[in-house]
């Protein structure tokens, strides 16, 4: 299991991660499946979260969710992480378990690692509060 801040953009389904569930967005349509966006968070860091399909309706906020083989790279213009085809969502609890939202993964600029050009490493920190998920008054 890995700390949602030690996650980076990569092609490949390698993340093994558990997190809280704080809120989703509203449902949209992608072709036939319905999608939604979730801010999902850990002690060390939040992250935007794609639900596909059934999950939209199975998680909820407070939901404790363990990720397999889950994947952090694009979806269009929006780095999110997600299940994706190989990965799994599965929910283990709920309410327990300590977070934080800052800073949010997704809402970090990500550039080309200068020793690895297949790496991407944190070049700037956008906003210290999610665009998506404005804080609470």
Excluded at 5 to 10: F, H, L, M, S, Y
Excluded at 77 to 84: D, F, I, M, P
Excluded at 92 to 120: A, C, Q, R, Y
Aim: aromatic share 8%.
């Amino acid at each position: 299991m890995v700390f949602l801040q030690d996650i980076v953009p990569a092609a490949q389904n390698t993340i093994n991660t558990r997190f809280i569930l704080l809120e989703k967005d509203r449902l949209s349509k992608e072709g036939q499946e319905k999608t939604c966006l979730a801010l999902v968070a850990d002690e060390t860091a939040s992250v935007h979260f794609q639900l596909w399909g059934t999950e939209c309706d199975t998680f909820e906020p407070g939901d404790i969710i363990c990720l397999t083989n889950g994947i952090f790279s694009y979806d269009r213009k929006n780095l999110v992480l997600r299940a994706g085809k190989r990965g799994k969502a599965e929910k283990v609890g709920e309410f327990t378990m300590t977070f934080v939202e800052t800073p949010n993964l997704s809402e970090i600029h990500w550039g080309p690692d200068p020793n690895n050009s297949k790496k991407l490493v944190q070049e700037a920190v956008l906003s210290p509060y999610s665009r998506i998920f404005p804080p609470h008054p």
